[in-house]
């Protein structure tokens, strides 16, 4: 019997029933976690300068989240909102549509990143059927893009190595090229000519797939981990607006991961100062506190849904919890003026990487808005020609710094059959300047045994 008790004990040690995201990767087991830091069970201690993946905007174990938790489970921890509504979901939903650049927008509250633009989705089809426009259904995405997971939002999505390792019969929308200065604009065009022409593409694949079937463009404002933190050049987003309201094609901006204040603004496409019709927030709407996110939907589209009715819902939409998470959240952004601190410390960093790597042999591109922030590798900085067989190296590199006790978030694009990785960082905004030079010191530890050598 005592045996059989010590085999249970050590074999739940050794062996797991977890199907882990990538199931023959063994991880450390996380233990604890406070401000920048979580440690793992030998108690390895990980500086956290990507926040998860731009989750943690507030780090680890705040003590006003934790205790806006505590007391919203004691109270109310769910009431199914097919049934009730709940304190929490009223009052984020005020602070949310009070940011937004237009008033009286609506905001309906989901559990995650996939889940808010897949409702996006949904209210731009219902939105047209509604107008008496049902054959708009065409969603336009661009190159390189991840807007989520699930079928419909994977479907509008351009990253290729994650549509085809998923091996899911996908539809295939039109799509155009990103908005990236590094690598699009041509060493004869300006600024403001690469906007134009960018835009432009949008324009074009209305036109091919003809107005009347199109029903929405979806966009982050700032790429986030597909492209490692690449924003719209000035005037881009100015006018993809344009064009949409010439073609009638609703405009969705995927701020999950670039939205809640992570570039500097609550939402980042007021730093362009447009009006999306719809934004999506997750990650940093909740802080990682709880599993949250947001769709904010303009006033007059709400409206017509008002009308006409909205068929959607999940189990967990407005999750009473989950938003007087949010609530707290929101609550320590303003009370901490921590959008100004974010735009400061951003600046801080975007300097100390630029010292540090400015000039390091296989650093392409260093670039970032507020605290979000991308380093470009390339194997050759004249030609910016990415790496032979590098498919490994976003793996090699998160793995290296993890052994440095760094969380970073690299991923990587295919140019020219070539691996172009990047790495972003997205710290909490509690982050101080010593976190910077101590991730810096093992940024080139990680260089320095992962890159090439010349
Ligand atoms: C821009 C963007 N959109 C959508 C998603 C999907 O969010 P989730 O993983 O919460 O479903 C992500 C996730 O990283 C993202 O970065």
């Known amino acids: 019997m005592l045996l059989c008790v010590w085999f249970v004990i050590f074999a739940s040690k050794i062996m797991t029933a977890v199907f882990y995201r990538a199931p023959a990767?063994?991880?450390?087991m996380a233990a604890s976690a406070a401000g920048m830091t979580i440690k793992d069970r030998s108690g390895k201690a990980y500086l956290d300068m990507s926040g998860g993946a731009a989750v943690s905007c507030l780090g680890h174990s705040h003590p006003d989240v934790v205790a806006a938790i505590r007391e919203q489970v004691g109270t109310l921890a769910f009431a199914h909102t097919a049934f009730f509504s709940n304190q929490p979901q009223e009052d984020l939903a005020a602070r949310i549509a009070a940011r937004f650049t237009e008033p009286s927008?609506?905001?309906?509250?989901?559990?995650g990143g996939s889940e808010a633009n897949e409702t996006a989705l949904k209210v731009a089809w219902q939105y047209w059927v509604a107008r008496g426009k049902p054959a708009k259904k065409i969603i336009i995405g661009r190159d390189h893009s991840y807007h989520g997971n699930t079928f419909g939002v994977l479907s509008a999505s351009g990253n290729d190595s994650r549509?085809?390792?998923?091996?899911?019969?996908?539809?295939?929308?039109?799509?155009?090229?990103?908005c990236y200065e590094y690598r699009e604009r041509q060493a004869n065009e300006s600024v403001e000519e690469y906007s134009a022409r960018s835009a432009g593409y949008l324009d074009d694949a209305i036109r091919k797939a003809g107005a009347e079937n199109v029903a929405a463009f979806i966009c982050e404002p700032v790429v986030g981990s597909s492209l490692g933190v690449v924003a719209a050049t000035?005037?881009?987003?100015?006018?993809v607006r344009e064009i949409c309201d010439r073609h009638n094609v609703l405009l969705i901006a995927d701020e999950i991961m670039c939205g809640s204040g992570r570039s500097g603004s609550y939402f980042?496409?007021?730093?362009d100062a447009v009006v999306p019709d719809m934004v999506t927030l997750a990650k940093g709407i909740g802080g990682g506190y709880q599993p949250l996110a947001a769709v904010v939907i303009r006033q007059n589209i709400a409206g017509e849904l008002h009308r006409a009715g909205f068929a959607h819902g999940h189990t967990?939409?407005?999750?009473?919890?989950a938003c007087a998470a949010g609530v707290a959240v929101q609550q320590v952004l303003d009370r901490d003026k921590l959008l100004v601190r974010t735009r400061e410390m951003g600046g801080i960093f975007l300097s100390m990487l630029r010292d540090a790597f400015g000039h390091h042999a296989h650093v392409g591109d260093i670039r970032g808005r507020g605290l979000f922030f991308g380093i470009e590798l390339v194997r050759d900085r004249e030609t910016r020609r990415g790496f032979d067989n590098g498919r490994q190296l976003p793996d090699q590199l998160r793995l290296s710094a993890m052994d440095e006790g760094l969380i970073c978030y690299?991923?990587?694009?295919?140019?020219e059959g070539r691996t172009v990785p990047h790495i972003m960082m997205a710290p909490p905004m509690i982050v101080e300047e010593r976190h910077f030079?101590?991730?810096?010191?093992?940024?080139k530890s990680v260089f320095d045994r992962i890159l090439p050598r010349n």
């Open 268 to 271: 980042a496409h007021q730093h």
């Open 437 to 443: 030079s101590e991730c810096i010191g093992k940024l």
């Open 316 to 321: 967990y939409v407005g999750h009473a919890t």
């Open 105 to 111: 927008a609506r905001v309906y509250f989901l559990s």
């Open 234 to 239: 000035p005037g881009y987003l100015a006018q």
């Open 410 to 415: 690299p991923g990587s694009i295919e140019v």
């Open 163 to 178: 549509r085809r390792a998923s091996a899911a019969p996908l539809v295939d929308w039109p799509r155009i090229p990103p």
């Open 25 to 28: 990767h063994r991880y450390p």
